[in-house]
């Protein structure tokens, strides 16, 4: 038990830890997982002076309530996020993209992501968690990761195992920006598809459902008509591969994805709009745009510099 | 040997072996996928070997498509190179409180219990696979005369232990998960342990398994 903590007072609907993710186990149908948007996970951890890899909190929709015990530490919050942290009898209101000094009995309250899905709360120094395989990313399905692989829950203590040194505070000027259409490379069943359902895919607009979460995004919206074979033998998936199943919706795999898959595969999102592809909460319009592939290395390019460039500011 | 090489998006490539799903086929894959893994190749970071193609996801800020296609192009991977494989033997129990599709499969494959579960037990496996969820090995050939389609309405929880079968293959899942396999029985062993993290899994792509008939008591009484 570590003299500095913060002790659980609302979990929040999907909390868990996350860092960059676990490689080489997809063939034991063990998948990537991960923080879920990769730019605000690196921007969160670089404003409290992590290593930009460290382990943070990830939450969807309703976020945590905690309280800390211990030394004064820094935290930051990266998103689309309403926040606030409470000092004895004054509540803060607070903003994303800086960082902010918390003390002994300080609580942070974690109000809602704001037309947006996931956000990041980084403490400044190292959680006591348990890592899988060189990560602490929380599997819930799997039960892999951090805290027994399943998410947060009333009453849980987060230990810090080493605090940072204290440093001024840091804040970086960044907005989310949203994107009408989601870009989309041919997939390897693209010609399963009748002439209208690809017209379709590429033209209608799809409703982001309900039933979406880390494993995957449902789309609701015009049917994508098969005419050869609604299955295919299982094979390997990635994140951002477009299965279409035989009620003809549309499902993006997202970063806690079944390994293999048995549905045709009509596309996969471009690596560039993925960040922004899982931020799009139910209820949001998407529309596909097709791009080649020398394009999307392109555009990928350009987004990972852009990255590189906000945490050279930071 | 590969058929072709495409692009899966832009951070992986599809390689197809063909559409025959047989041994044959599955020995190439594992030998492409076992040859590819010895390398460690910088930006590789995944391989996802199934019945007849192979999956080679890579880091997009480190490598591209062009590059990794034109190095497993040149791959030389030998004929005759040892997928080292091995044989396991699985405890099951066909109890009825856990053949919870033991009447479905009569009715479907239209045979006795006694025939289906002699035509089971008495049959060498062979692990195409492992995945979908974490460890579950998809396990063929089944004779044709046991082969049943996946249940109608898929169940929302299927027992972690539980050993299905859907047209060729037999599985077992590894945890509770949802699923349609047409459930025949149950193993106390643990297919998959994450806290193992150099073998999570017990049964690997090119491994032989047979199963073996247990009964309730001894199923109690398993400790691994």
Same mark, same amino acid.
């Given at each position: 038990m570590s003299k500095n903590y913060f002790e659980v007072i609302r979990p929040g609907v999907n909390t868990t830890y996350q860092d960059k993710g676990r490689g080489h186990l997809y063939h034991i149908g063990i998948p990537f997982s991960g923080a879920m948007d990769n730019r605000n996970f690196l921007i969160s951890n670089k404003l409290v002076n992590n290593d930009l890899n460290s382990a943070v909190i990830e939450f969807a929709y309703q976020g945590p309530h905690i309280k800390y015990s211990g030394e004064k530490i820094k935290i930051a919050v990266t998103g689309d996020v309403v926040f606030s942290i409470k000092k004895k009898d004054m509540e803060i209101n607070c903003n994303c993209y800086r960082s902010y000094e918390i003390e002994n009995n300080d609580e942070i309250n974690i109000i809602s992501t704001n037309k947006s899905v996931y956000g990041y709360l980084a403490i400044g120094g190292e959680l006591d968690i348990n890592y899988q395989w060189n990560s602490c990313s929380i599997n819930t399905k799997a039960n892999i +990761?951090? @805290?027994? +692989?399943k998410k947060f829950d009333k009453g849980m203590r987060i230990d810090l195992k080493k605090i940072n040194l204290s440093h001024d505070v840091k804040k970086i000027n960044y907005i989310n920006t949203k994107i009408e259409n989601i870009r989309v490379i041919k997939g390897t =069943?693209?010609?399963?598809?009748?002439e209208e359902g690809k017209k379709l895919f590429y033209e209608s607009e799809f409703t982001v459902s309900k039933l979406s979460d880390r494993m995957g995004m449902r789309l609701e919206g015009s049917k994508i008509e098969n005419? *050869? @074979?609604? =299955?295919?033998k299982s094979e390997g998936l990635i994140k951002g591969v477009i299965q279409v199943p035989a009620d003809g919706n549309p499902i993006i795999m997202l970063s806690?994805?079944?390994? *293999? +898959?048995g549905y045709p595969k009509i596309g996969v999102v471009a690596s560039v709009d993925y960040d922004r592809l899982v931020?799009?909460?139910? +209820?949001s319009k998407i529309k596909f745009k097709e791009i080649n592939l020398s394009d999307a290395e392109t555009l990928f390019k350009l987004y990972e510099m852009e990255t590189q460039n906000l945490l050279s500011q930071i | 040997m590969i058929k072709n090489i495409s692009n899966l998006g832009d951070a992986a490539l599809y390689c197809d072996f063909g559409n025959e799903v047989n041994k044959s086929t599955n020995s190439q894959v594992i030998k492409y996928f076992k040859a590819i893994k010895e390398k460690k $190749? %910088?930006?590789?970071n995944n391989l996802t070997p199934s019945y007849n193609k192979l999956i080679v996801s890579f880091d997009l800020k480190k490598v591209n498509f062009k590059e990794i296609k034109k190095y497993i192009e040149n791959l030389d991977v030998q004929?005759?190179?040892? $997928?080292n494989s091995k044989k396991i033997e699985i405890p099951v129990c066909c109890h009825e409180s856990f053949s919870l599709d033991i009447k479905r499969l009569e009715q479907k494959l239209n045979l006795g219990i006694e025939t289906i579960l002699n035509n089971f037990f008495n049959k060498e496996y062979f692990c195409y696979m492992t995945g979908f969820i974490a460890g579950m090995p998809f396990l063929g050939d089944l004779d044709e005369n046991m082969r049943a389609q996946r249940l109608e309405t898929p169940r929302v929880k299927v027992p972690k232990g539980s050993v299905g079968l859907t047209e060729q293959f037999a599985n077992i899942y590894t945890f509770e998960s949802p699923g349609g396999w047409n459930i025949l029985g149950n193993t106390p062993?643990?297919?998959?342990?994450?806290?193992? %993290?150099?073998?999570?899994?017990?049964i690997n792509a090119g491994d032989t398994v047979t199963f073996r008939e247990i009964s309730l008591d001894q199923y109690k009484d398993y400790n691994e």
């Open positions: +990761g951090a @805290n027994y +692989g =069943n693209f010609d399963y598809f009748s005419i *050869v @074979n609604t =299955n295919i806690d994805h079944g390994t *293999v +898959g931020q799009m909460s139910p +209820g | $190749i %910088e930006g590789i004929d005759s190179q040892n $997928i062993i643990n297919v998959f342990d994450s806290l193992k %993290e150099d073998k999570p899994n017990l």
